[in-house]
């Protein structure tokens, strides 16, 4: 019997793709192909090399290799875009939806002709539109075609929740949906810390607080950094959605899903709660929304259409 290992290959191979390939690796979850344009080849080959050249000192088995030829990612299970460009101090996500759909249909095409049964998780912002794009671009069933941005979002909710409760990030839990934009609507009700429900913890003023920032979270960042945006946690949300993927795990995570009819919309991509396993998005779990929720996720929603709206 051969037992083969999985294949994951990574588009862009800048701050967020780099990151990727390099935990997915020290996961062992695959062996990973690191792909950007032909005149990075050697930066991206440099990358990939110095990569590998950590194995033996982390003690992990798995191949990576950089490239710009899509070839090299036949036949891969999953396949992550990340290339495109990022926001500067100053702009929003939405001013990248010219440039980045140019690359999301060409990249797109590349990957479809050498990985026709694959999945594709997109990273690229504004990431609600473009897994839009990538959708209609590939033809691909919308069970494998997933945005990340709830995992992202959820992390900071969870961190900021942590640091203000002073416990272990791993007993906290919430859930973010909407848009990944200033929109998004983290879900306070559905926020736990150790399984105590977090508007028992928390006054009302230090919960909003804590909203606010999350809403704000990848702004926070790329105000810090000066010329780019986050990397690292955005890498370790893709790596978790991957591994849910990869090992059948049937996680509950919130990813950017196509709906048609759930939540009352039709026809757009929208961060949401789903069951991430051997078939991609294999379920879109309904939560109960009140009100105000579902006013906030309709605020959102009319956000990620208006930047669909000058989609070519
Ligand atoms: N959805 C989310 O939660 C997040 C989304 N992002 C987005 O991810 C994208 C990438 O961010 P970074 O990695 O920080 O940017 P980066 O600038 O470090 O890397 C992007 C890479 O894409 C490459 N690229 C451009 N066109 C390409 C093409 N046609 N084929 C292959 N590669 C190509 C570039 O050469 C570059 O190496 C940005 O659009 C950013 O806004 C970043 C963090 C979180
Ligand atoms: O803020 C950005 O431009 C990058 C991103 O999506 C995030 O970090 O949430």
Redesign the pocket.
Known sequence: MTLKRKKVSV???????ATTAFLLAQKELADVVL???PQ?ENPTKGKALDMLEASPVQGFDATITGT?NYEDTANSDIVVI??????KPGMS?DD?VTT?QK?MK??TKEIVKYSPECYII????P?DAMTYTVFKESGFPKNRVI???GV??TARFRTFVAQELNLSVKDVTGFVLGG?GDDMVPLVRYSYAGGIPLETLLPKDRIDAIVERTRKG?GEIVNLLGN????YA?AA?IVEMTEAILKDQRRVLPSIAYLEGEYGYNGIYLGVPTILGAGGIEQIIELELTEDEKAGLDKSAESVKSVMSVLA
């Open positions: 588009i862009g191979a800048g701050f967020t793709g792909v950007d344009i990075l710009s990340t290339a495109g460009i990022a926001r996500r990248l980045n690359i060409s990249v997109v990273l690229t912002n990431v945005g990340q941005s992202l979002d990944h990848g780019g945006s986050a990397y955005p949300s």
